[in-house]
């Protein structure tokens, strides 16, 4: 696969209160908003909000399966939340190329997401992808 400054990829996940209970008990992260309708609303939301990382989760995937894709290794993440995510929202996690260092293996990716039409997180990835940022020569075969 060669990579290309400016190509994207997206994913679509729409969150249950059923995940968020799975979140927490994975992580033992006990914190009420994410679990307490209404604590949340006393605190000004419409209701639990989507942990953060669990956004991220859909960021991990795409850069390990999509874009870079697989034996993709995830260096370092930035994420700045601009606003909450709610159970039920079709929730769009995109990541697009903005910088290629094949000499060092290393791919920047900026990364979006989105609730319906808000924007509710933004941030750049650093991944080594070895093997995307090689020229393919199909008559030398692959090690393994």
């Not at 696969?1 to 997206?10: D, E, F, K, P, Y």
């Not at 990541?95 to 319906?116: H, I, M, Q, T, Y």
Request: charged share 20%; with cysteine; aromatic share 6%.
């Amino acid at each position: 696969m060669s990579l290309q400054i400016g190509q994207r990829a997206s994913a679509t996940r729409v969150f249950t209160a059923a995940d968020l209970a799975e979140y927490r008990a994975l992580t033992g992260d006990p914190n009420p908003l994410h679990h307490e309708d209404l604590l949340a609303r006393r605190l000004g939301y419409r209701g639990a909000v989507i942990p953060g990382m669990l956004l991220g989760g859909m960021v991990s995937c795409l850069l390990g399966v999509e874009l870079p894709g697989r034996g993709t290794n995830w260096m370092k993440q930035s994420f700045q939340w601009k606003g909450p995510a709610y159970v039920g929202e079709s929730i769009v996690a995109t990541v697009e190329v903005v910088r290629l260092r094949p000499e060092k293996d290393l791919v920047n990716l900026k990364v979006s997401l989105f609730a319906g039409e808000r924007l509710v997180g933004e941030g750049e990835s650093l991944v080594m992808a070895r093997e995307m940022l090689k020229p393919t020569d199909s008559r030398v075969p692959l090690p393994g």
